[in-house]
């Protein structure tokens, strides 16, 4: 089993998702310890563009083989875009966490709100405590 990796360049939630900063908008996805928990990813429900967020609520869904988890919004926000990639190959959340697997991106009301999430050697902190 190999490594499970968390970039430097991302912030974390306790929910175990990640967003990348980008400019005016934020996109959002699960961390390698969610999905390699979760197991093989076989459906993934993501809000709609233009629905608006609020920290914590739960927005969508990731259902694996072994259990349906709920995926929570990290910023409040309008969702701006969704992977609909993950329609047809929700596997990608497995292969690529950080990458093709991507789930939505939001405008964030307050840009400043990345900073109250964790950078990944506090995320890593987390999952060993």
């Not at 993501?46 to 349906?68: H, N």
């Amino acid at each position: 089993m190999s490594e499970l990796s968390y970039p430097d360049d991302l912030r974390y939630t306790s929910d175990h998702e990640w967003v990348r900063g980008d400019g005016d908008t934020v996109r959002v996805g699960i961390t390698a310890f969610a999905q390699d928990a979760l197991g093989d990813v076989v459906y993934v429900s993501l809000p709609a563009v233009g629905d608006a967020l609020a920290v914590g609520d739960a927005c969508g869904e990731v259902e694996s083989t072994k259990s349906v988890s709920d995926i929570f919004a990290p910023v409040a926000g309008e969702v701006t875009a969704v992977n609909d990639a993950l329609d047809a190959t929700p596997e990608l959340v497995n292969s690529d966490p950080y990458g093709d697997g991507w789930m939505f991106e939001v405008r964030p009301d307050d840009a400043a709100v990345l900073d109250d999430l964790m950078d990944a050697a506090a995320y890593q902190a987390s999952l060993s405590s």
